[in-house]
Antibody, heavy 123, light 107 residues
Framework: EVQLVESGGGLIQPGRSLRLSCVASGFNFDDYAMHWVRQAPGKGLEWVSGISWNSGGIGYADSVKGRFTISRDNAKNSLYLQMNSLRAEDTALYYC????????????????WGQGTLVTVSS | DIQMTQSPSSLSASVGDRVTITCQASQDISNYLNWYQQTPGKAPKLLIYDASNLDIGVPSRFSGSGSGTDFAFTISSLQPEDIATYYCQQYDDLPLTFGGGTKVEIK
């Protein structure tokens, strides 16, 4: 069974940094792209960032470009999101999601998803 | 960026009703369109990929259609467990974008 477990969320002041982690199990992690998708309280879904299986393909939403950095460690079955210069509008539940297998275009759908880690940016 | 316009934003229907949600892309995205279901308090779940293909284990009352810029998602006979918010998502180009969501309630 595929499991994605996010961690690293919490209450953080504006302008500070936070690093989210997602540990994967139940599948060959280094065969799949991975993504971060967030959901602000009571709002819809927003793709944040994605990374291909070998880190050769990376993308960001315009709202986080230049502030967030996605990375992965295939040896540790782990995905990361380094979030710098945090703003109140970054407050959201951050989901880790499995993406495309490496013999296809590296971005397509998100399946499955973790349960999320909550980031609250407030002074 | 490709904008995804979903409608309606909410709807109320009776058990057994046929329910249809539409999603319009701001440019041609071929069939690079997915649909998700998010039940209250849960993570989203992929239901349909490539506009019309049901993910494994998804009940056959769910279906999707369309290509280009106009897409539809249908529940042929609404069940109580279908109470959720549904989202479309395009993957024709980065950044990947979602529709605003449709909240489905039972009348």
């Amino acid at each position: 069974e595929v499991q994605l477990v996010e961690s690293g969320g919490g209450l953080i002041q504006p302008g500070r940094s936070l690093r989210l982690s997602c540990v994967a199990s139940g599948f060959n992690f280094d065969d799949y792209a991975m993504h971060w998708v967030r959901q602000a309280p009571g709002k819809g879904l927003e793709w944040v960032s994605g990374i291909s299986w070998n880190s050769g393909g990376i993308g960001y939403a315009d709202s986080v470009k230049g502030r967030f950095t996605i990375s992965r460690d295939n040896a540790k079955n782990s995905l990361y999101l380094q979030m710098n210069s945090l703003r109140a509008e970054d407050t959201a539940l951050y989901y880790c999601a499995q993406g495309a297998v490496h013999n296809s275009n590296w971005y397509n759908w998100f399946d499955p998803w973790g349960q999320g880690t909550l980031v609250t940016v407030s002074s | 960026d490709i904008q995804m316009t979903q409608s309606p934003s909410s709807l109320s229907a009776s058990v057994g009703d046929r329910v249809t949600i539409t999603c319009q892309a701001s440019q041609d995205i071929s069939n690079y369109l997915n649909w998700y279901q998010q039940t209250p308090g849960k993570a989203p779940k992929l239901l349909i990929y490539d506009a019309s293909n049901l993910d494994i284990g998804v009940p056959s009352r769910f279906s999707g259609s369309g290509s280009g810029t106009d897409f539809a998602f249908t529940i042929s006979s609404l069940q109580p467990e279908d109470i959720a918010t549904y989202y479309c998502q395009q993957y024709d180009d980065l950044p990947l974008t979602f529709g605003g969501g449709t909240k489905v309630e039972i009348k």
